[in-house]
């Protein structure tokens, strides 16, 4: 991949810019410490694989801003392709991806942004986790390979050569070879539950033979039985017949009787009805009469009705009207009450007016006295105007002056306090310098057991390794143990084929494989033992240089602290020989400041102004409390000036007083003759008067009325006579013909009754005469019942034994079946069993680096040479021989590491030893190495190559062979991208990219 634009929009500390990195073969990215340098590289990785250094998707907008978007335009594999991948804040990002035709930009974009991602991947040939690890040397990773421990190193170098899928194949493998192993146990199980329900098949044979007669017996006993059950049940049906014959013809008969009952009573309550309407009947001419005179009292009563309305209508009018007079005269008498009241309201106003006007002469005094008040005043306020600046001017001299006074005082007091500082480290030179010998013999002593520490923790890595390998191989030997027993076990059965092969055993072929298994499990036994023995020393060993490092790391504690102090130490005595000069000059400038104070001889021409201004306010002799008795006294008088007010709105308000009273008096004399007036002569007055006439003419009179509502009541009985009578007249012949219907009935239901009385004698006498076949039809229906019972359960019986002799011959089918895939199981269990340890980190994948290492040894050895002028050389150590303090030569074991040694004019060192610049050339070395191993495996040449922050650690040699490597390398790759904040190493680069962090963001230029 070879860049070609970037651009920027509201991305980390960028705004909007545009970077070219047409004709850029090898540039710098330069620019202080967070001004954006590396936000740049970030950029790309984010536009190609949507991925940062961000935590969050929404960091990477810029602050303030609600979008992102990266433009990013490169060639890969001769052609050239555009991203465009863009975010909004708090939603989800799209992506676009464009490949450049001759007709111009032409979409390859998905339907999706993980589709997109993937086509992408395609093209470029490279991950992400690639990439970072091959191409892009990020910032503070450069030593994170060296760093890690021999297993931590290895496992580093599976994840870069993704060898992760190989542990994911290994999973796969052990359970599936579980999952076999599973199934073949489960198989012999089943095998042996068939083998034992297959001994009971001849017993089950000769069981359904016995049960097949006895069901041949049962049913010829049961059909001779239904042949006398079904002649006994004809007998039985025709006597059933009869019997229901008997009972429909009682039936009949019991309901002629009821019929017959239930005419006779209504015949009985239809004559009574006639009794009742003949008397109705006979007493006509008094019912008329009686009706006739309710009729008469109805029509007086009407009349009454009619007055009565016309009473009350005209009471009601008259009611109205003596309300409407009340009213209006009550208004007329509130008029009265209110004119009287202002009439005494107006006398009391005048008694007031009276006694204000009396005190006049007094206040025509004070108003005198207030004008000489307000004269005095008026002269004072005139002379404050002309003394206030001067006061105001003074106060600010005098504060000036006390501010120099203080500000001398303090000076003088901070020289005192300096001067018996210094006094004090004059006297403890002596001191600092024995301490500062002391504290040196202790650093050295302590670097001492730091170098002691670190061969302990190296050691304790090397025995922890150790151990967990020895944990492994327990691990292991309980594993083929276990294997060797069930090798054992398989072959302790009769008949017992060969684990591995699984082809039958002659005697002599058994012999020989049960002794081969035996010997194996003693010698894998040996070896166990051995590893235990190893496992408690090894335990004992980490246990005893735990105690060491914690004692060194107690001891260590102090170092820090005493290279501190050292430092001050040796700060104070670079300073001592500055403490008698700066001495004597604060005793020179503290005897000058002491006379200054005594003599009052500082801010001359400030206390020069002061002594003027005394002057002139002496002169002017203006006095503040004066001022303020003068505005005492007239704040006492203005009494004067209010009354004075008062007085002449009292004149007022007498003259207008004196003119209301005449007018308030002809007002009371005229609504007291209104009122008398309007309660004879008003139009109410009058229409009340005549109404009062027109009640006496209508003559209502309520006791008449009302003794005449009681006689109607009375009489309201004949009404209801009358309407008996006429009902009787026309329900009498209707009766009479009822009543004549009802006995016809009556005899026609007696002579039906007497009919069926004769039937049922006959019925009775043929039930006498048939004979009773209940009791041997019941013996008959038990016999069956039984037999039936008997029948059934031995079809049961038959059915199951039937089933239970198909299930064995299915079950013989099955356990054949099943012999084949037990065989079948075992098979594939040990085939992944072994693709199992194939695929584990000591198979494969171990030989994958095994066969990487040397290719990178050799790299990094050619990169190293040029960066250290053939100084170091580097080895890549996979394989050390370890031994138990008790274990004999022959037991010696080969154990996997990846131990790195470096070695140069001085010999092997370890790389903790080495300096900055040494260890990062190392670092660059093996870092450069491993993203050329990278990018061939994924497919793609590395032609893009970025290294972020990288030489920080460099003196100026280290610098210049860092950039004659780079240059040396520049054949090997299209674009070269070097980012630092070192001024020197800039300039070393013809093409500078130059980020400034500005208040609009990050800000770049380009310099070819």
Not at 9 to 17: I, P
Not at 512 to 535: A, C, P
Request: aromatic share 6%.
């Amino acid at each position: 991949m070879i860049p070609v634009q970037l651009i920027l929009k509201n991305f980390l500390s960028y705004r909007e810019t545009t970077l070219d990195f047409s004709g850029l073969h090898i540039a710098c990215i330069c620019g202080s410490n967070g001004a954006g340098k590396s936000s740049l590289l970030e950029a790309i990785t984010w536009a190609v694989w949507g991925q940062s250094r961000a935590v969050a998707e929404d960091d990477i907008i810029h602050a303030g801003a609600k979008e992102v978007r990266v433009d990013f335009l490169f060639y890969s594999d001769r052609h050239k392709y555009r991203v465009i991948r863009t975010r909004y804040r708090g939603q989800s990002s799209s992506l676009e991806f464009q490949v450049e035709t001759p007709q111009g930009f032409r979409s390859l974009t998905e339907k999706g942004v993980r589709a997109t991602q993937s086509l992408i991947l395609e093209h470029v040939k490279l991950d992400y986790e690639t990439f970072i690890n091959s191409a892009y040397l990020r910032q503070g990773r450069a030593d994170e390979f060296m760093l890690k421990r021999p297993n931590e190193r290895k496992e580093i170098l599976a994840e870069l050569l993704k060898l992760h899928r190989y542990d994911e194949l290994e999973e796969r493998a052990k359970d599936l070879s579980k999952s076999f192993r599973a199934q073949a146990d489960q198989l012999e199980q089943a095998l042996q539950s068939l083998a034992t329900q297959l001994q009971q098949q001849e017993a089950i044979a000769t069981h359904l033979a016995e049960i097949e007669a006895q069901v041949n017996q049962l049913q010829q006993e049961q059909a001779f039985d239904d042949i006398q059950l079904k002649s006994l049940q004809v007998i039985r049906s025709q006597q059933q017949n009869w019997e229901q014959q008997l009972s429909f013809l009682k039936q009949q008969s019991q309901n002629l009787t009821v019929d017959r009952d239930r005419l006779q009573q209504e015949h009985l309550a239809i004559e009574s009805q006639l009794a009742a309407v003949a008397e109705i009947l006979n007493r006509e001419p008094e019912i008329q009469a009686g009706y006739q005179h309710y009729q008469d009292l109805l029509g007086q009563e009407e009349e009454f009705s009619t007055k009565f309305q016309e009473y009350s209508h005209a009471q009601q009018q008259h009611t109205r009207l003596q309300q409407q007079l009340v009213q209006q005269v009550n208004e007329l008498q509130r008029q009265l009450q209110r004119a009287e009241g202002q009439l005494v309201i107006l006398q009391q106003q005048e008694q007031e007016t009276q006694q204000a006007l009396s005190k006049s002469a007094e206040v025509e005094a004070g108003v005198l006295q207030l004008a000489a008040a307000r004269d005095r005043l008026a002269n004072l306020d005139r002379l404050q105007l002309q003394v206030s600046p001067l006061i105001q001017r003074r106060n600010t001299l005098q504060a000036q002056i006390d501010k120099v006074q203080a500000r001398l005082t303090a000076k003088l007091e901070e020289l005192e306090t300096q001067q018996i500082t210094l006094s004090q480290q004059q006297s403890t030179q002596s001191q600092l310098q024995q301490t500062a010998t002391d504290v040196a013999v202790q650093i050295e002593q302590l670097e001492k057991d730091k170098v002691y520490i670190e061969r302990v923790r190296e050691k304790g890595q090397e025995r922890r390794h150790f151990l967990e390998r020895l944990q492994e191989q327990q691990r292991e030997f309980e594993k083929q143990l276990g294997e060797v027993e069930q090798k054992i076990q398989m072959l302790s059965v009769p008949d017992a084929v060969c684990p591995l092969c699984e082809r039958p055993l002659d005697e002599h072929h058994w012999n020989r494989v049960v002794d081969k298994t035996k010997e194996q499990k003693r010698d894998t036994e040996e070896q166990f033992i051995v590893v235990r023995e190893q496992l408690v020393v090894t335990e004992t060993e980490i246990q005893e240089l735990r105690r060491r490092y914690r004692e060194v790391a107690q001891k260590l504690t102090q170092y820090d602290a005493l290279r501190e102090q050292r430092g001050q130490v040796i700060a104070q005595l670079s300073a001592s020989d500055e403490l008698q000069s700066r001495l004597e000059q604060i005793a020179a400038e503290k005897q000058h400041l002491e006379r200054s104070l005594a003599q009052g001889d500082y801010a001359a021409d400030l206390q020069a102004e002061l002594n003027q201004l005394n002057s002139q306010l002496q002169r002017l002799n203006y006095s503040e409390e004066s001022h303020a008795l003068a505005r005492s006294e007239v704040d006492k008088l203005r009494w004067a000036e209010v009354r004075q007010a008062q007085i002449k709105d009292a004149q007022k308000r007498q003259a207008q007083i004196i003119a209301r009273q005449p007018e308030m008096r002809t007002q009371i004399d005229d609504l007291s003759q209104q009122i008398e007036q309007y309660q004879v002569e008003s139009e109410c007055a009058k229409q009340i008067a005549a109404i009062a006439d027109r009640i006496d003419e209508i003559g209502y009179d309520p006791d008449r009325h009302s003794a005449l509502r009681t006689a109607i009541r009375q009489a309201q009985v004949w009404q209801l006579s009358y309407q008996q009578l006429l009902s009787a007249q026309e329900q009498y012949p209707q009766l009479e013909q009822r009543s004549r219907d009802l006995a016809e009935a009556v005899q026609a239901r007696t002579a039906e009754r007497q009919v069926l009385a004769v039937q049922i004698e006959e019925v009775i006498q043929k039930l006498e005469q048939s004979p009773n076949t209940t009791t041997e039809i019941q013996t008959l229906e038990s016999q069956l019942a039984f037999r039936r019972r008997q029948l059934d359960d031995c079809l049961s019986q038959l059915g199951r034994l039937q089933q239970q002799s198909q299930q064995l011959a299915a079950m013989q089918a099955q356990q054949e079946q099943q012999q084949q895939q037990l065989q079948v199981a075992r098979r594939q269990q040990r085939v992944y069993q072994e693709l199992g340890q194939a695929f584990g980190k000591n198979g494969i994948q171990a030989l994958m680096i095994e066969n990487l290492l040397p290719q990178l040894e050799a790299e990094t050895n050619q990169l190293l040479a040029r960066l250290s002028a053939n100084q170091l050389h580097v080895q890549f150590i996979t394989q050390k021989t370890g031994r138990s303090g008790r274990a004999a030569k022959k037991n010696a074991k080969t154990i996997d590491t990846l131990d790195i040694l470096i070695a140069d004019a001085r010999g092997t060192r370890p790389y903790e030893t080495y300096s900055g610049g040494e260890a990062f050339r190392i670092n660059f070395a093996i870092r450069l190495a491993l993203a050329r191993l990278l990018a061939q495996r994924a497919g793609a040449s590395l032609q893009l190559l970025i290294v972020d922050e990288g030489f920080g650690t460099q003196d100026q040699e280290g610098c210049d062979r860092l950039i004659a490597a780079v240059n040396a390398i520049a054949a090997d790759f299209s674009c070269i991208l070097a980012v630092t904040h070192m001024p020197y190493f800039k300039e070393a680069f013809q093409a500078r990219i130059e980020v400034v962090k500005t208040q609009n963001g990050s800000q770049l230029s380009l310099s070819m």
